[in-house]
């Protein structure tokens, strides 16, 4: 049985999750020296233990072929030439023998392993001389990055299977999926656990209450509209997504970052509106390290080692047009355009000024001279890039205040939607609804993998606003002459979208490995 669930058994029977992650706070002994006896035994040894959950070839498969053609070219983003997979993902014909949504199930399945495996290790192992708060706050980390991955799969896949450990897999490795809802609910619990156990303050790169808070408004506000098709959603769970992300807004003392570009360089790394963030190292190899600046539109003297970005990836005419000419610092933090010039890339050599038509800026870090990262090569990027930001827990606050209204003005909302807006130089707004809200989230947050989560949760409740925002895209890339934007030719053809295209077909082998994924899915609760 050639799956992921068979690769982790062997997983689990192997090694323990001391995978590579970054410098720093991720440091930890070589991994003959660990066992399963001699672990665990102190808080610092629980504190090395989450640390590897952080980043390392769990994560990094996921990361490259997952997070910006799933979130942004499948929403419409962007589009990608020359990969069969991603043009399935732009036309939306995907089937269950594509290969980056399989690696997206492999990915999350591989994160939950790791984070089960050290949670009940530590349920397990760690002695009583070590204190309840350690091990709680130590669990509550693992949960977190657990929670965030079911949180993932519901958003693709609806049901799937839920596995709290994965020793069980061993014994009976069949097992059924788990409805919609109560994959919601269980990671609602995790990172409800993790709101309750993680510190206010830890070490830069360690997820908080603060992170957990956030990600649980997240999670409440996408769940509020399951099964709502009617047009509104559940009250109770919008007035939950309102306490977390209000609490983090008013009491976290955390703030914006002053320059939106700077979000995105190194020596910005797990800034204060980083929540949540991968730590990655540079030097790893082939799928070990954050491998996104294969993405980069330039040539060697903006990559490291000398070696050029050979992935084209580039924002369709849908994507761009969205940028008004005021709103030119999130452009061009996210989009270069032929002219643009940025003195954080070839610092060494004058700067750089892109020549291209268009392509990906953002996780576009430069050289090693740029970044002081000697070791950093084309596969191993030294960005930390964030997963949830503090400017998106502001959009989702004033969401959960919108809710089920069809505008407001209420003060809250636009106060922290209006700071977003500032940062970038743009306008504040006095009213909101939620085409705007959704627009504000599409710019603030292209290129970081949100834009298709925003389509789910809003085909939840109001599937033929979701239908025809993805029907109404022009989903191609174009060239630019003297300011006349000229549409490519589309990578395919684009088959008109349907609630089914919110919801992917599972992975053809573990389907055939495992006959219960075609059942109906079961209650977990």
Not at 157 to 184: F, H, Q
Not at 492 to 503: K, L, N, R, W, Y
């Amino acid at each position: 049985m050639k799956t992921i669930f068979k690769k982790i058994i062997a997983f689990l029977l192997t090694a323990m999750v001391m995978t590579g992650c970054s410098k720093g706070f991720l440091d930890r002994p070589p991994m003959s020296q660990i066992s399963a006896d001699n672990f665990y035994q102190t808080s610092n040894d629980l504190r090395l233990a989450t640390a590897a959950l952080y980043a390392g070839s769990q994560w990094a498969d996921w990361n490259y072929t997952c997070y910006l053609p799933v979130g942004d070219v499948l929403s419409g983003n962007m589009a990608v030439g020359y990969w069969g997979d991603a043009v399935q993902l732009n036309t939306f014909t995907v089937t269950g023998l594509n290969g980056i949504m399989i690696s997206n199930w492999k990915g999350m399945y591989s994160v939950i392993a790791h984070c089960n495996v050290t949670i009940n290790a530590i349920a397990q192992k760690a002695p009583a001389s070590i204190p309840d708060k350690d091990k709680n706050a130590a669990i509550a980390e693992a949960r977190f990055i657990r929670g965030f991955a079911y949180y993932n799969l519901a958003v693709l896949w609806g049901a799937v299977p839920v596995i709290e450990d994965n020793s069980k897999l061993i014994i009976s490795p069949l097992i059924n999926r788990v409805k919609t809802e109560d994959v919601y609910k269980f990671a609602i619990k995790d990172l409800t656990f993790a709101a309750e156990n993680l510190p206010t303050a830890d070490a830069a790169g360690r997820v908080t209450t603060w992170s957990a808070q956030g990600m649980l408004s997240k999670v409440y506000l996408t769940a509020a509209g399951l099964n709502q098709a009617g047009g509104t959603r559940d009250q109770a769970y919008l007035d939950s997504a309102r306490k977390y992300a209000g609490n983090v807004c008013k009491n976290s003392g955390l703030a914006l970052v002053a320059n939106y570009a700077d979000l995105f360089k190194t020596q910005f790394n797990d800034n204060p509106e980083s929540l949540f963030a991968l730590q990655w190292a540079p030097g790893g190899g082939w799928l070990e390290g954050n491998m996104l600046q294969i993405y980069s539109p330039g040539g060697t003297e903006i990559s490291a080692n000398g070696s050029a970005g050979w992935f084209a990836i580039s924002p369709t005419v849908d994507m761009y047009q969205l940028y008004t000419t005021s709103d030119s610092v999130r452009r061009k933090a996210t989009f270069m355009i032929n002219g643009d010039y940025y003195s954080e890339l070839n610092a060494a050599g004058g700067g750089y000024k892109y020549t291209g038509n268009c392509g990906l800026k953002k996780h576009i870090i430069g050289t090693n001279k740029d970044n002081n990262a000697p070791t950093m090569n084309l596969t191993s990027s030294a960005e930390h890039n964030a997963l949830l930001r503090l400017a998106d827990v502001y959009l989702i606050y004033a969401e959960a205040i919108l809710g089920n209204n069809g505008s407001t003005a209420d003060g809250d909302a636009l106060l922290y939607f209006n700071k977003v807006r500032s940062r970038a130089g743009i306008d504040p707004t006095t009213k909101i609804d939620i085409d705007t809200l959704i627009n504000e989230r599409r710019i603030e947050l292209a290129g970081e993998g949100q834009y298709w989560i925003d389509l789910v949760r809003l085909s939840y409740y109001n599937p033929a606003k979701a239908i025809s925002k993805l029907n109404g895209e022009k989903r191609v890339t174009f060239t630019l002459s003297n300011g006349v934007l000229t549409p490519a030719a589309p990578y395919g053809v684009i088959t008109p979208a349907s609630i089914q295209s919110f919801t992917f077909p599972l992975p053809s082998s573990e389907v055939t490995a495992n006959p219960k994924l075609s059942e109906p899915p079961v209650s977990y609760y």
